[in-house]
């Protein structure tokens, strides 16, 4: 099906103005982009085209009521020198949670995959090798052109991509918020929504200028329990297990979450997946049985905590030496991903070179 969608080729490639040596993260976009539109109660005209503005009025729904929802994935070259897209039919799947959410229409996995399928195939020169890896973004979003506040009749899915470099994310200091709240049960905050973002830049900021990086989101009800670090689901080690919040309506089911817990009982570590209270956290920092926390994600994979700042207080964390369980499943991650190891799990979509 990939090679049925029809491609517009740009008469400009931007590739030679890229440097691949030194790849920002989401800087650089690469040259074309899928596209398909909704109307009439369906997906029509799905194309790759190049990559650049787009014609639209002010008007659009998206940008007054905020139904707009993306993904973000990433492809590899593998030591094969195939492309290996990982995990696309769960990045699929959470896609289409998002889109219930706000009431947009669903994107088939078939169309999902195909899409990024055909456009990697037009793009393949942007993935560059090991360690960097391209960055996968489909956006969906309202655009129909009227005021009144409703839901969208027309939308456009789109896909584009970046070519990103290895991110080694340096020790995080966060603070464990206890005043604002990036979402509540019952909310949106497990949707990949833009408002989601919109509104946790302001006491994220707060936190910047108090000298944390990061904020660890809690519960919105009594600021009791762990939901979040920032943008990546978080993780603890304590007393050689892997503790991490279970999911609620508050929190974004993570890719990287979600394989890191399937890796780790492979590893010899188990793990629970449970309310984690802001005071057990404490009480484990303090006596020392925490060895570990990190946030997980698909930008860095996994983010080490150097400091968790609770009402005031700082707690330190070593830093995590190769040995630590979040070195070792980045690499196991690492190591399925270019096909270093089996992938006994199914999570590598593969698109062979010839
Ligand atoms: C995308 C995202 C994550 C991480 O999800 P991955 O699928 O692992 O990339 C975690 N929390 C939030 C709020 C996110 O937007």
């Known amino acids: 099906m990939a090679t049925s969608i029809p491609v517009e080729r740009t008469k400009q490639s931007r590739i030679s103005e890229t440097d691949f040596n030194n790849l920002e993260f989401g800087k650089y976009i690469s040259?074309?982009?899928?596209?398909?539109?909704?109307?009439?109660?369906?997906?029509?005209?799905?194309?790759?085209?190049?990559?650049?503005?787009?014609?639209?009025?002010?008007?659009?729904?998206?940008?007054?009521?905020?139904?707009?929802?993306?993904?973000?994935?990433?492809?590899?070259?593998?030591?094969?020198?195939?492309?290996?897209?990982?995990?696309?039919?769960?990045?699929?799947?959470?896609?289409?949670?998002?889109?219930?959410r706000m009431c947009m229409p669903t994107v088939s996995e078939e169309m999902f995959v195909q899409g990024i399928h055909a456009l990697l195939e037009v793009d393949q020169a942007w993935i560059p090798s090991s360690?960097?890896?391209?960055?996968?973004?489909?956006?969906?979003?309202?655009?129909?052109?009227?005021?009144?506040?409703?839901?969208?009749?027309?939308?456009?899915?789109?896909?584009m991509t970046s070519p990103v470099g290895p991110y080694f994310s340096k020790p995080l200091r966060v603070k464990?918020?206890?005043?604002?709240?990036?979402?509540?049960?019952g909310g949106t905050g497990y949707a990949k929504c833009a408002g989601n973002y919109g509104g946790a830049f302001y006491p994220t900021m707060l936190a910047r200028d108090q000298g944390f990086d990061q904020v660890l989101w809690t519960d919105a009800r009594n600021h009791?329990?762990?939901?979040?670090?920032?943008?990546?689901?978080?993780?603890?080690?304590?007393?050689?297990?892997?503790?991490?919040?279970?999911?609620?309506?508050?929190?974004?089911?993570?890719?990287?979450?979600?394989?890191?817990?399937?890796?780790?009982p492979t590893m010899g570590i188990t793990t629970e997946e449970r309310r984690v209270s802001v005071?057990?956290?404490?009480?484990?920092?303090?006596?020392?049985?925490?060895?570990?926390?990190?946030?997980?994600?698909t930008a860095a994979v996994v983010s080490p905590i150097a400091?968790?700042?609770?009402?005031?207080?700082?707690?330190?964390?070593?830093?995590?030496?190769?040995?630590?369980?979040?070195?070792?499943?980045?690499?196991?991650?690492?190591?399925?991903?270019?096909?270093?190891?089996?992938d006994v799990f199914g999570w590598n979509y593969i698109i062979r070179q010839s």
């Not at 689901?233 to 974004?252: E, H, Q, R, Y």
């Not at 005071?279 to 994600?297: D, H, P």
């Open 31 to 100: 040259d074309h982009m899928l596209v398909a539109s909704y109307s009439n109660g369906r997906w029509n005209d799905m194309k790759v085209v190049p990559y650049g503005p787009m014609a639209m009025t002010p008007a659009i729904l998206a940008l007054h009521y905020g139904q707009s929802v993306f993904e973000g994935l990433k492809a590899f070259r593998n030591n094969d020198g195939d492309i290996c897209v990982f995990r696309a039919a769960r990045h699929s799947q959470r896609l289409n949670k998002s889109l219930e």
């Open 131 to 159: 360690p960097a890896s391209l960055y996968i973004r489909p956006i969906v979003f309202a655009t129909e052109s009227r005021f009144g506040v409703k839901v969208s009749d027309e939308y456009l899915f789109v896909i």
């Open 176 to 185: 464990v918020e206890d005043h604002f709240v990036r979402a509540a049960e």
């Open 224 to 264: 009791e329990y762990i939901d979040e670090a920032g943008v990546m689901n978080v993780m603890f080690v304590a007393d050689g297990k892997l503790i991490t919040p279970a999911l609620s309506s508050a929190i974004l089911d993570g890719v990287t979450r979600d394989s890191i817990l399937q890796l780790a």
């Open 279 to 297: 005071e057990e956290i404490q009480r484990g920092l303090e006596r020392g049985i925490i060895t570990e926390a990190f946030g997980a994600g």
């Open 307 to 342: 400091s968790i700042s609770i009402r005031g207080v700082d707690y330190h964390l070593p830093e995590p030496g190769p040995d630590s369980f979040q070195q070792r499943v980045k690499r196991k991650l690492n190591d399925i991903r270019m096909g270093l190891e089996p």
